[in-house]
């Protein structure tokens, strides 16, 4: 069934009906909150006040957000990012979620002028009913995870995808606009939704000396649109100095030197450069080096840092030595950082959110990187349990897989490690990676790092015939 459309000649009209659908709210419910702005914007409560945007500032159901000549990302509490374009506004017209995907949430907006690039989050990604960007023109949907929202001059809706499927509707028709490609909802209602080869125009991200602001605004090599993945993702932190002390885990895979994931022993010893990546590593077990290239990576808070090695890397032990080659569409990948010295004693699930991650390989390195669309873990620290989900998405969103409720036990210290949980193929996998002829097996292994365990890291494979690694990066 076709969602309600509605369209109205007066922006403001529009812009009353998103407010006032919270007017009589006695309770507005935290939606997210924002993780930077840059120059001039403001925030409009359900009341109609305004008052300016700030970094941390919490989003509520009903609110409205406007960038004059400014922009503004907010990170929602389901693992989903907005980035907001100058001269934009954008109403959070409904929106729950209480840490799971059960068939009440809910992620309703409304854009009301300019542009927005998204990445979705755990909403939406079961049931695509539960997410809907509505403008004066048209409802935008989805069958994936990300892509840019424009509302031209004369009011149409011009939409690109950069992975899984959008789908745009108005009255007088739907079309589906898969990633890589452009659709058009004209400002006649009259005249359906159609293939376009424009683009939305999103300028390109200021030069600012802010060490806050987060580029998320940039794009890929290719040009698309991103929002929280770790190849366009700068998060302004300490660098990571070389010394003892840190915990790392990994993920690699190679059609001649086929797959692990592990984690240091203790004691360890890291090498860094002056980019926080990781060049070297011992245990009491083994050294580890690497000679290739570091094809992507991030880091947060000086605690923190994750990345992807290609070429060569030299393990040794006391016995042997072993070298891996790691083609480009393979890779060693690491997320490395000072453990949690003591864990919480916090009562209750504790959600943690992504904040980084690398594109996730094929152990064959038949087909380019993927991207980690989405993934949340939450914590109980009291009762020891460790739940995380996680969806890596490759060929542009046309295949991949939803993994959900990985499970691991916490036994009084900061590493841990776990697996299992439920697989399910999307989209046309290829068969040596399908899990719907064969049981797919999951393994991760991660630690807490920071005072209060306010940062976790894990190395991740899913294996069928072949295998899928990465790391992904959370914060609580």
Not at 266 to 291: E, I, K, Y
Not at 430 to 440: D, E, F, N
Request: hydrophobic residues 35%.
């Amino acid at each position: 069934m076709k969602p309600t459309l509605f369209r109205l000649c007066s922006r403001g009209a529009l812009l009353a009906i998103v407010s006032a659908a919270f007017a009589n709210s006695a309770f507005a419910a935290t939606a997210g909150r924002v993780d930077f702005v840059f120059g001039d914007a403001a925030l409009r409560g359900s009341s109609g006040q305004e008052r300016p945007l700030a970094r941390g500032v919490e989003v509520m159901d009903g609110d409205t957000l406007i960038t004059r000549n400014g922009r503004a990302q907010i990170r929602f509490t389901d693992g989903a990012y907005v980035s907001l374009q100058p001269n934009t506004e954008f109403g959070v017209r409904e929106y729950r979620y209480d840490g799971k995907a059960d068939g009440t949430e809910r992620g309703f907006f409304a854009l009301l002028r300019g542009a927005m690039r998204t990445v979705t989050g755990a909403i939406g990604r079961l049931n695509r009913n539960a997410y809907q960007v509505r403008t004066p023109t048209a409802t935008v949907g989805i069958r994936g995870t990300g892509g840019l929202i424009e509302i031209l001059p004369d009011m149409a809706t011009l939409i690109r995808g950069s992975s899984g499927i959008w789908i745009l509707t108005n009255p007088a028709g739907q079309i589906d606009v898969p990633a890589g490609t452009s659709g058009i909802a004209p400002p006649d209602p009259k005249e359906p939704p159609k293939s376009t080869d424009q683009r939305p125009s999103a300028p390109p991200p200021p030069q600012v000396s802010d060490p806050t602001f987060r580029q998320s605004d940039e794009t890929t090599a290719s040009g698309e649109a991103c929002v929280i993945t770790a190849t366009c993702e700068s998060l302004a932190s300490p660098p990571l100095v070389s010394g003892p002390g840190y915990h790392v885990s990994f993920a690699w895979g190679g059609n001649t030197d086929q797959w692990q994931i592990g984690s240091s022993g203790s004691p360890t010893n890291m090498t860094f450069n002056g980019s926080s990546q990781l060049t070297a590593w011992t245990d009491r077990f083994s050294t580890t080096s690497f000679s290739g290239t570091h094809v992507e990576g991030g880091s947060a808070a000086g605690i923190v840092a994750w990345g992807r090695w290609i070429g060569s890397a030299t393990v040794l032990d006391q016995t042997s030595s072993q070298t891996l080659t790691l083609g480009s569409n393979e890779g060693y990948h690491y997320v490395v950082g000072l453990p949690t010295a003591s864990l919480p004693a916090t009562p209750g699930v504790i959600p943690f959110t992504l904040i980084g991650a690398t594109n996730p390989t094929g152990s064959d390195g038949s087909f380019a990187p993927g991207v980690l669309v989405s993934g949340n873990m939450s914590v109980d620290f009291v009762q020891g349990s460790v739940i995380v989900s996680l969806n890596p998405s490759f060929g542009g969103g046309l295949w991949g897989h939803s993994v959900t409720n990985m499970r691991a036990t916490l036994a009084g210290q900061p590493s841990f490690s776990g697996g299992g949980g439920t697989v399910v193929d999307v989209g046309q996998v290829p068969q040596s990676y399908s899990c719907a002829s064969t049981t797919c097996s999951t393994s991760f292994q991660g630690a807490f790092f920071g005072a209060g365990a306010s940062h976790a890291g894990i190395a991740y494979q899913i294996t069928s015939g072949q295998t899928v690694s990465g790391v992904a990066v959370f914060k609580q």
